[in-house]
């Protein structure tokens, strides 16, 4: 079948030597721990064997300052432009103006104005604005007993447009929040919203005020609450400084949400669903760190003293865990692809076999 055999052997035997280089290159994808080891001017290579050699503590939190007052109270009792007012009055004199036998004389609905002045028949202008509702009733009577003096007066609020203040972003009802009562804080106008969709310390939490806006980590939101005013705007959305990233010998490279408000390294190897022993290096566990200078930090856990420093060891936001491949799980890889060849060129051999 084939007349030139030995050039035919010599094709069968250096192609997997030609091939062989790329599956070399294949084999050792990613930074091996001898080359992140070895001195380099861009970062500061830091090898974490004791306390002492530890970062320092993760993120702080508790940012966050309380935006000043500009409206007062958002809530009052007192009337205000739009309320809807009836004005009841109850004589038994038949001589009196406001005699209706079996009922009352009522004066409404009216809705308060801009000038705050509601004028009544007979009684004339009654200014009601910023009163309660006492003080409105006894300026009614007052102005009562020179036209009856056994008629009596009252005033109800039959109406009333809320004041609101608004929250938006990721939380499980957002919308307007009616400020119905007097002292509602800014935990309040969370708490109406049902609160963010997960966990409390992965948002952050910004309230627009006058045009200004004043944002809080959650540990801010929950120790400094603050009075709502009407047109408040409260955002809620991801923080995406507390986050960190999990690369190198595992299934996927993954973006990991901090499980907890301040996460440690070994919560960082437990959300990489632990260590493979058949492709990870336990003893290659680096964590890439950015700052002036960046600062690379290696943990042996084949030294049982580590497994305990990676309860202490504090992950920051941005954080980079780069999980080193072991040796033996790259043979397997580089065997892995090399066989193939090896036997497609056993095959050559028998077809080429008279």
Known sequence: MFKDRPTFYALALFLPLFLLPSCVYLAESGPLKKEIKKQNDSYELIEVKSPADLPPAGRSYGQGKI???LKGESYSDKVRKRDVLRFIITDLSEQSPFFTRGDV????????????????????EIQVIDRSLAEISSQLDEKLKPISSTAQGSVIRSGRISRTANVIGEVRKPGPVPLERDGINSLDLLSASSGPNGLEHLYKYTLRRGGRD???????????????EE????????DTGNRFYVMGSIPRP??????????TLA?????????DERRSDPSGIFVFRKGNPDKVYVVN????????LTQRFKIRGEDTVYITEA????????????????????????????
């Open 231 to 238: 047109e408040d705007l409260l955002s809620v959305t991801q």
């Open 254 to 263: 993954t973006i990991v949400q901090f499980p907890v408000p301040s996460p």
């Open 301 to 308: 856990l084949k030294d049982p003293s580590s497994i305990l």
């Open 67 to 69: 935006p000043p007052r």
């Open 105 to 124: 004389f009522n004066y409404g609905p009216v809705e308060v104005p801009e000038e705050g002045r509601v004028s009544v028949p007979y009684v004339g």
């Open 214 to 228: 004043y944002v809080f980590d959650y540990q801010a939101f929950r120790t400094k609450p603050f009075l709502v």
């Open 327 to 354: 040796p033996l799980s790259r043979w397997a890889r580089l065997l892995s692809q090399v066989n193939p060849l090896s036997q497609a060129a056993f095959n050559i051999d028998r077809i080429a076999k008279p």
């Open 267 to 275: 919560d960082a190897l437990g959300a990489a669903a632990g260590l």
